[in-house]
Every structure is written in C-alpha cells, then in structure tokens.
C-alpha cells in the first residue's frame, strides 16, 4: 500500500466510450502526475498539477483530459481514444515538484 | 532529449547471487531514483539519491550516485525469488524539475 490508489484496476473501452480514470492519494503530498506505460517503451510524463494547477501537458493528444478538484484527487477524462492508447495508466504524487514520485498501481487500459 | 540508458535489459540469475544494473546518460542529473515494478503493479520506490557520490542502502540493496552526476549503479546481494521483477532507474534534472525521465528497465529471473 503506497498510499495513492487508482480505480479502475482494469478497464475495457470502445473508441466511441467517454470514461474516467481516478486517483487518490492520502500522503498529503502537493503534486500528482499521469504517467503512460507501453510495453518496451520508457515510462512517459502526460501531465503534473502542483497544488491543483496544471504546470505542464507533454503534448499529449486532447482526447486526454486531466482535472484536479483538490490536492488529494486527480482525474483523467478519456474520449474517442484509438487502440494505440492502450496501456497501463499510472499515477503518482510527490510531496513537492521535484521530490521523489509514488505511484499508484495503476489502471490496465484496452482500447477496442 | 534527455535518455536514460539502462543496462542490461534482461539478467537470469541464480538465488543467492549478487546483482548490479546501471544507468547512464549524457545528461547531468540532479536526483537518481530506483524503482522495482511487479506485475500488474505500479512501480515502488525503491532508494532515492541527491547527492553526487552518495551511497545509500535499503537493506540487501544498495545504490549510488554517480560522482559526474551522469550515472548511478544498483546492487542487490544475495538474491532471492521476490526480487523477480523490473527495475527502473529514473532522473531528475533539476531540484524543481517535474520531469522525471526513466531508463527501460532491468528484467531480473531468478533460475529456481
């Protein structure tokens, strides 16, 4: 248990489906983070929010929306996604910008 | 960009020996992590370095940071079979620096 949990664990979506990964963290920590994890490519940065403000999007594609309500949750808002997007989704939080990142164990996207 | 190289992709081993994994990079690094990843799982931190020469320990693992801030080793010693699974090294380039970049990963089987 690292303290940040991500639901779903698994989910399965057609291209056409809006669906909506979550993420909670109970560390008190500042900054959460959306990361992608493809087979046989390193993990990739998609967006950080420092006390709730988005501080960077690494040119990821719009059918990707994150929202943070508050410092504890982090949301990413998926639409019309195509199958290449399938992938484990990974979240994580530091204590600052810059400080060591926990992950949450992730969500197991397919995209069908 | 910033690239970490990881090496070696894949080690097989036998229970009780000793491991060791590097990463390096052209990039000067501010802060190196290890992370272990299970599967399914989310990567767990495994031992953060900040410091140019520090060596740190977690029990049967030990890492350190490379004195040019351009690389770092991790060593397990006297393996075990929980200790099956991907090992990242990952870097930041800053002391405020949101990217955090990974290397590909080790694989680590361990031969019964």
Request: hydrophobic share 35%; aromatic share 10%.
């Amino acid at each position: 248990e690292t303290g940040v949990t991500q639901t779903p664990r698994h989910l399965v979506m057609g291209m056409t489906n809006k669906k909506s990964l979550k993420c909670e963290q109970h560390l008190g920590h500042n900054a959460m983070y959306w990361y992608k994890q493809s087979a046989k490519k390193p993990l990739e940065l998609m967006f950080v929010y420092s006390l709730e403000e988005r501080v960077e999007n690494n040119s990821v594609p719009s059918r990707f929306s994150p929202e943070c309500p508050n410092s504890s949750h982090l949301f990413l808002h998926l639409h019309t996604l195509q199958p290449e997007d399938s992938a484990l989704y990974l979240c994580a939080s530091s204590q600052d910008r810059g400080r060591s990142a926990f992950f949450g164990q992730g969500t197991r996207l397919t995209v069908v | 960009g910033q690239q970490l190289n990881q090496s070696p992709q894949s080690m097989f081993i036998q229970e009780g020996e000793d491991v060791s994994m590097n990463c390096t990079s052209s990039s000067i690094f501010n802060t190196w992590l290890w992370y272990k990843q299970d599967p399914g799982e989310g990567p767990v931190l495994l031992i953060a370095l900040y410091k140019a020469g520090e060596l740190t320990s977690n029990g049967r693992l030990t890492a350190q940071f490379g004195i040019t801030r351009k690389d770092s080793f991790l060593n397990i010693s006297a393996s075990i079979p929980s200790d099956v699974g991907i090992y990242f090294c990952a870097g930041q380039l800053g002391p405020r620096d949101d990217k955090i970049i990974f290397g590909k990963g080790t694989r680590l089987h361990i031969l019964p």
